[in-house]
């Protein structure tokens, strides 16, 4: 997502007349996305088109209804290690956008990879939950059968898997960002919605991060909630050492990403005090050139920074040995977990929490 797109999709303000006025085209071209989206729904709602659904294991999908940018990525992370925890056999399936190697690929605990084979999410999730089998590709159907199979995973996570409705799932879970809500509210391409508000009733349980400023609408009141906090837990060092947030605390920071929202990324670093003197944004799973790291080696300089920052999803994709730091995102669920548990059919009642 780029800057002026994000300007769009999460204005500060409601836009003017004349700006409605030349967002005219995004606007015709957003309800023919929605007819799309709504005649897809109801297909698959009437059966129309054929649900498959993969029998001996537990599926759950974490997905959410915006564009990039919602924090799905550490929720699966979480999911996975606490899974791992409770002894669960876990797997995770995932699509690995922005790769650029074809066909099915598997990561398994403990074999290295690259962000250019898998993906830069698939190769995070498979470093920060060693004990969980990555599979990587288009069918997910197929893959969530070779996990079951090939992994005898128990429990397998679909990663961004709300819109995919080929593929029954046993749990739907849907991440909401408090800060972005949804938005201006617009489907695609005029906002950032793929699909309306409308579809949080197929969720069975809501993941809300929490922010302390929320832009959220009203949500069903009905649907059990798990509210947590995705904060700076760690800074990992160009050796891919982990420090805590202190080492770099003090230091000028120069900071660089290709994710989605790096608007937001922005604001929330500058907001828990890091010392941000400059920045460059790029296109989300964005590849490095050589040419572009020594030209933000050479803006850091110029910004008077000390420090390249960037974020740990980033990170995955730079060269081994660039000099930039990464800062880690831990979950940390503060209201919820007993719906949680519940829900991925975990405790008795003897040890409920939460």
């Known amino acids: 997502m780029s800057a002026w797109l994000e300007r769009?999709?999460?204005?500060?303000?409601?836009?003017?007349?004349?700006a409605r006025l030349a967002l005219g085209p995004l606007t015709l071209a957003s309800w023919v996305f929605r007819a799309g989206a709504s005649l897809r729904a109801t297909a698959y709602r009437r059966r129309l088109f054929k649900v498959h659904?993969?029998?001996?294991?537990f599926v759950v999908s974490i997905g959410n209804l915006n564009v990039g940018g919602m924090g799905k990525t550490p929720v699966v992370i979480y999911l996975a290690q606490l899974c791992a925890r409770r002894g669960k056999k876990v797997a995770v399936v995932t699509r690995g956008y922005g790769r650029r190697a074809r066909g099915e690929m598997v990561l398994q605990p403990g074999t290295a990879s690259s962000a250019e084979a898998v993906g830069d999410e698939p190769l995070l999730i498979s470093q920060r939950c060693p004990t969980a089998t990555v599979f990587v590709g288009a069918d997910r159907v197929r893959l969530v059968e070779r996990a079951r199979d090939e992994a005898?995973?128990?429990?397998?996570?679909?990663?961004?898997?709300?819109?995919?409705?080929?593929?029954?799932?046993?749990?739907?879970?849907?991440?909401?960002d408090e800060a972005a809500g949804f938005g201006n509210g617009h489907q695609l391409p005029r906002g950032p919605l793929r699909e309306a508000s409308s579809a949080l009733r197929r969720a069975d349980l809501l993941w809300l991060q929490r922010s302390e400023v929320a832009n959220l609408p009203k949500l069903p009141s009905d649907i059990p909630q798990v509210h947590a906090l995705h904060a700076l837990a760690s800074a990992i060092a160009p050796d891919r050492s982990v420090h805590p947030i202190s080492a770099i605390a003090a230091q000028k920071l120069f900071v660089f990403?290709?994710?989605?929202?790096?608007?937001?990324?922005?604001?929330?670093?500058?907001?828990?005090?890091?010392r941000v003197q400059g920045a460059r944004f790029f296109a989300d799973h964005h590849s490095f050139a050589p040419?572009?790291?020594?030209?933000?080696?050479?803006?850091?300089?110029?910004?008077?920074?000390?420090?390249?920052?960037?974020?740990?999803?980033?990170?995955?994709?730079?060269?081994?040995?660039?000099?930039?730091?990464?800062?880690?995102?831990?979950?940390?669920?503060?209201?919820?977990?007993?719906?949680?548990?519940?829900?991925?059919?975990?405790?008795?009642?003897?040890?409920?929490?939460?």
């Open 152 to 176: 005898k995973a128990n429990i397998v996570l679909l990663d961004d898997g709300m819109q995919h409705r080929r593929l029954a799932r046993d749990l739907e879970l849907v991440v909401i």
């Open 8 to 18: 769009i999709w999460y204005p500060a303000a409601p836009p003017g007349l004349p």
């Open 53 to 57: 659904r993969v029998s001996g294991t």
């Open 291 to 354: 040419r572009e790291l020594a030209r933000l080696e050479a803006e850091a300089r110029a910004a008077g920074a000390s420090i390249l920052a960037t974020t740990e999803k980033d990170q995955v994709r730079l060269p081994q040995g660039f000099p930039a730091w990464a800062l880690r995102l831990e979950v940390e669920v503060i209201q919820g977990m007993s719906p949680l548990l519940q829900a991925l059919g975990f405790f008795t009642d003897g040890n409920r929490q939460g």
């Open 257 to 274: 990403s290709g994710i989605a929202r790096p608007r937001g990324l922005l604001e929330n670093w500058r907001r828990l005090g890091l």
